[in-house]
């Protein structure tokens, strides 16, 4: 079993659309959560983190974590063109304990906004 | 320049070739590591470097050579590699290993292996 679980889709919604995308996971210690985005030809770029339960918001962007559950979810309101490209879950235990913090990542889903 | 800077942004290498990819941050970070994002694949972390010194290789073979001569540059050196190892190889810096959240990658060397 992966540690962690990404539909990597694609995803094709049209503009203007609620986007909820998602990841599963296998690490009870994990407790700092990330999604990332990547467009075609760039790296990664961190869209919104969070640390243990519970929900964030930032404009169009709102993030959820379940821990009960191992569920976290990114959901994209008024979707935009603008957001195509990969998102990509990823999350760290407890980096206090170790000597680096580790990320772990799924694979990606690959989002398309059609006008 | 700022930011995380990768070169070549793409490379076609033949299995006997040697060949070198480059990282250059111009963040003040401390820390730099390697990645490598294959198709359908989650992004693999291969190398961690701390102030130069190299604290973490992730059962990486040995036909994969990293170098960091200073905290501001990273290098991966490749030799006699094989066609699964071509993907897209990502470098990223940030403050500290500790600071998770402050991750900056570049652009990526796109490889390719024939």
Redesign the interface.
């Known amino acids: 079993q ?1 540690e ?1 679980e ?1 539909d ?1 889709g694609p995803l094709s919604v049209p503009e203007g659309a609620i986007v909820s995308l998602n990841c599963t996971y296998s690490n009870s210690a994990f407790q ?1 959560f ?1 999604w990332y985005r990547q467009y075609s ?6 869209l919104m ?1 969070t640390y243990s339960s519970g929900n964030k918001e930032d404009g169009r962007f709102t993030a959820q974590v379940d821990k009960s559950s191992k569920y976290i979810s990114l959901f994209i309101r008024d979707s935009q063109p603008s957001d195509s490209a990969t998102y ?1 879950c ?1 999350m ?1 235990g407890v ?2 304990g170790t ?10 889903t690959i989002l398309t906004v059609h006008p | 320049e700022t930011g995380v800077t990768q070169t070549p942004r793409h490379l076609v290498m033949g299995m006997t070739n040697k060949k070198s990819l480059k990282c250059e941050q111009h963040l003040g970070h401390n820390a730099m590591y390697w990645y490598k994002q294959s198709a359908k694949k989650p992004l693999e972390l291969m190398f961690v470097y701390n102030f130069k010194e190299q604290t973490e290789n992730n059962s990486v073979p040995s036909r994969f050579s990293p170098e960091c001569p200073n905290s501001s540059h990273l290098f991966l050196h490749l030799h006699t590699l094989q066609p699964e190892d071509s993907a897209l190889y990502l470098c990223a810096s940030s403050p500290t290993p500790r600071q998770i959240y402050g991750y900056t990658f570049g652009s990526g060397t796109r490889l390719t292996v024939v």
């Open positions: 992966k962690v990404q990597p700092y990330m030809r760039k790296g990664p770029e961190l983190y990509l990823a760290s980096a206090g000597s680096y913090g580790k990320l772990t990542f799924g694979q990606g």
